[in-house]
């Protein structure tokens, strides 16, 4: 049975490693990113702007399943890694929910991925049902 100084310190140590995990997400989030800014070239707003909408919103498929992709991958990798609070007062970092959470991961991913942006701003400004006829 579990003291309530025992219990704040098993929170202490749940809520280090919730931001130990988000630390993890955020690094990996802006690695990732940056890999895939390198692997799908970045174009100028010229180059983009002169491609056809089919094949913006095919570019922009490719990059999002290539995003599914590396998300799969990446939280695997992120499950795997330990923790340093594994083990005290009777945590179990496997038990963790945001280990498998990674919405941390997508939104960082996202927001650092300038050239999935990029196409999404310019598909979004050609589809836009407010443009004036």
């Given at each position: 049975?579990?003291t ?5 310190r098993f ?13 993890l ?7 990732l ?36 992709v ?6 695997n ?7 340093p ?5 009777g ?22 991925q300038?050239?999935?942006r ?5 598909l ?5 049902l407010?443009?004036?006829?």
């Amino acid at each position: 049975m579990r003291t309530f100084k025992s219990e704040a310190r098993f929170r202490f140590i749940k809520i280090m490693d919730i931001g130990y995990m988000v630390i993890l997400y955020v690094i990996f989030g802006i690695f990732l990113s940056k890999i895939t800014d390198v692997l799908f070239r970045e174009y100028s707003k010229e180059e983009t702007k002169a491609k056809s909408t089919l094949r913006l919103i095919i570019e922009v498929i490719i990059i999002v399943w290539f995003t599914i992709v590396v998300f799969y991958v990446a939280r695997n990798i992120i499950e795997v890694v330990p923790s340093p609070f594994d083990g005290l007062y009777g945590y179990e970092h496997s038990r963790l929910k945001e280990v498998t959470n990674g919405m941390i991961l997508a939104f960082t991913y996202i927001y650092f991925q300038n050239e999935l942006r990029n196409k999404l701003v310019e598909l979004n400004s050609r589809l836009s049902l407010n443009k004036k006829l």
